[in-house]
């Protein structure tokens, strides 16, 4: 049976596996934030280049070269801002999956310690309380793992579709 000091230490295991996701996703909102900073100050400095060179052009067919330049590099380079923005996403999602999938498993086992304490000590002519109690336990986590399979596939599928289609603008 499960003791003070173990519930306590699952929780203080729990919590702590918790601030540590949590920090992680900060991190990956601040990889966000840098890339975006960074994107940013990149195109405000090729705006400023391609617009002192646009000035400077004297003959329209020069300035018709340059558009066509400007107009090729767009897509090079939001496809390439993309695939940092999908590889930061995949990175935290995955780390979140695992997050919650060591935290599930780990709740699933103490509830099973749990419920066999508490079936080793029931009192007798109870057997059909126990079973029933069994039975709840066995079909709500048979139901919590089809909606996390279900999930864990909805996500998987999500960023397949992003991926073939950052795939198919590139």
């Not at 702590?16 to 909102?29: E, G, V």
């Not at 601040?30 to 002192?52: H, S, Y």
């Not at 000590?121 to 279900?150: I, M």
Request: glycine share 2%; hydrophobic share 50%.
């Amino acid at each position: 049976m499960l003791n003070f000091e173990q519930i306590t230490a699952n929780q203080k295991s729990a919590v702590a596996s918790l601030f540590a996701m949590s920090n992680s996703l900060f991190d990956s909102a601040q990889a966000l934030v840098k890339l975006n900073l960074q994107a940013a100050k990149t195109t405000l400095q090729e705006t400023e280049e391609a617009v002192l060179t646009a000035a400077s052009i004297k003959d329209p067919k020069e300035l018709v070269e340059l558009a066509t330049k400007v107009a090729k590099a767009t897509p090079e380079k939001a496809a390439s801002y993309l695939r940092h923005v999908q590889a930061i996403a995949t990175a935290s999602s995955t780390e979140v999956r695992t997050y919650v999938e060591t935290a599930t498993s780990g709740a699933k086992a103490e509830l099973a310690t749990l419920v066999d304490a508490a079936v080793k000590n029931a009192p007798a002519g109870s057997e059909n309380a126990v079973a029933l109690v069994k039975s709840a336990v066995a079909a709500a986590t048979t139901a919590f793992e089809t909606a996390q399979a279900s999930a864990k596939e909805a996500t998987d599928k999500a960023v397949e579709a992003v991926v073939a289609q950052m795939e198919a603008k590139a």
